[in-house]
């Protein structure tokens, strides 16, 4: 029989705030995790997105903590959109003043530096709260409780080493939560490394497996987007989301369907955190059609999902569980379609292999084939790239979690100017004058010697005197004087 929250711990005065949210019975992962975190007991859940588990270590903390100004409570996310919910969620439940703070990439560093210091409470991704860290700006001398949320993604991002350094900043001495959809040889290690004595729990699902319906279609690669368009396009259901595997292909398919009048909205990583925000909040209250790479997959409590589309598969088989996992819930029925062409054969092979996971394959439907230009709209984006390089602003690699190691190099965004504190430090080539320093002696040139035997090309580095300007032979080029 399910306990009520007053009998799991709970006070009166927290209760009250879960009814008036019509929250009245706790998930599993709730009962099984509530009496350990109230008395500060070290826990590791396993449980996948949507069972509760924020509203678990969130009643805890709440209860047993009273806000005083000094930074205690440390919650470590994936993503800033995990990050952000995490944050509503400690204020939407506490009863006390606490000072929630959160802190993600994609914000200026200055508004940062200076609110981080005075919360009671923060919730931050791994990479800039390291960054903090580093510049002095803050420490982790008082984290008392430190949660590891969505902790196998965090890995899966290639936070691996910067989790470690924070929780190795943190004092000896505290509660550690860790909770995470799956385990591997590597989360175990830290497990063992960073907790002590840990109270393992272990939840099914939350995904009703009978009440979720799981097809796909095989087609060709260049008709799937023709496919995908028939089908979307007699869709009723109020709330829909479409996962891609690129934040490319979600820019590509969103304009697409809004060139046929089917309005659609769009979060990845390579959007800043004000669209990522605002597109989520429209999403919450009027539904429609939401286009995403999987940094939507995971953490977010997006609710009353009718259909998932899997228009590219993810790029590992646990996340197709994470995915489907957003339907289904509450007793709802959903369904979650995959349009499957030959490059994707032998990643749904390691999906069918996984548990409880039955696809039926349907017919194909007939569908009108529709001639669109990829290369463009690619060309396009390449060239505004380009244009930003030659015009000297600073780039750094995207943090994108749809985007596999190889092309998160090879992937580019623009980089606030408040990231670097040192200014650039000017490069000389041979054969230029420094500038003279005070009243010191100018320093000799190095003279260019070309090889022998071959013509002498005036104009070059190093060459004396002379009036004529010769052109720019290229990128990076720089006008030289020359002598006939």
């Not at 008036?20 to 099984?32: G, L, R, S, Y």
């Not at 729990?201 to 496919?227: G, R």
């Not at 939507?296 to 590992?316: H, T």
Request: aromatic letters at 6%.
């Amino acid at each position: 029989m399910t306990k009520t929250f007053k009998q799991l711990g709970l006070n009166s005065e927290f209760v009250k705030v879960l009814e008036k949210m019509e929250i009245v019975a706790p998930t599993e992962i709730q009962e099984k995790a509530i009496p350990y975190v109230l008395k500060g007991k070290d826990v590791v859940g396993a449980a996948a997105t949507g069972s509760g588990k924020t509203l678990a270590f969130v009643s805890g903390i709440v209860q047993n903590m009273e806000p005083t100004g000094d930074s205690r409570v440390l919650v470590l996310t994936p993503t800033r959109e995990l990050a952000e919910q995490v944050a509503s969620e400690f204020r939407k439940f506490s009863t006390k003043k606490f000072r929630v703070f959160s802190v993600y990439g994609g914000v200026k560093l200055d508004e940062h530096l200076k609110k981080i210091k005075g919360s009671d409470i923060i919730i931050a991704t791994p990479g800039r709260l390291l960054d903090i860290i580093n510049r002095q700006a803050f420490d982790l001398k008082k984290i008392e409780v430190l949660i590891l949320d969505e902790f196998d993604r965090m890995l899966d991002m290639g936070f691996s080493r910067d989790v470690e350094l924070i929780i190795r900043k943190c004092p000896k001495e505290r509660q550690t939560m860790l909770f995470s959809a799956t385990r591997t040889g590597e989360i175990e290690e830290l497990i063992n490394a960073y907790t002590k004595k840990a109270k393992e729990i272990v939840v099914k699902s939350h995904v009703d497996s009978s009440k979720l319906e799981q097809v796909y279609y095989p087609v060709l690669q260049k008709n799937k987007f023709s496919l995908f368009y028939h089908l979307i396009k007699k869709e009723k259901s109020e709330k829909i989301m479409v996962f891609c595997s690129t934040r490319i292909n979600t820019e590509f398919i969103a304009k697409s369907l809004e060139k046929f009048g089917i309005e659609t909205k769009v979060i990845h990583g390579g959007l800043d955190q004000k669209k990522r925000t605002n597109t989520l909040k429209k999403f919450h209250k009027e539904g429609g059609i939401l286009v995403c790479t999987d940094v939507a997959a995971r953490g977010l409590d997006i609710k009353d999902i009718e259909k998932i589309y899997n228009y590219d598969l993810p790029s590992k088989a646990e996340d197709y569980i994470h995915r489907i996992g957003r339907t289904a819930r509450a007793g709802k029925k959903g369904k979650a379609i995959t349009i499957l062409s030959r490059r994707d054969k032998g990643m749904f092979k390691e999906i069918l292999e996984l548990p409880n996971v039955k696809i039926q394959e349907m017919d194909l439907p007939i569908f009108e084939k529709i001639d669109f230009e990829v290369l463009p709209k690619l060309k396009e984006r390449s060239e505004k790239e380009s244009s930003f390089r030659r015009k000297g602003i600073q780039w750094e690699s995207i943090d994108d979690s749809a985007l596999s190691e190889r092309f998160k190099k090879k992937t580019v965004g623009r980089k606030e100017e408040n990231d670097s504190d040192k200014p650039k430090k000017k490069t000389r080539r041979a054969g230029v004058k420094r500038k003279k320093q005070g009243t010191g002696a100018k320093k000799k040139v190095s003279v260019h010697k070309p090889a022998k035997g071959r013509k002498v090309v005036r104009g070059r580095a190093g060459n004396p005197g002379g009036k004529k300007k010769v052109k720019k032979r290229g990128k990076g080029q720089a006008n030289r004087k020359s002598k006939k």
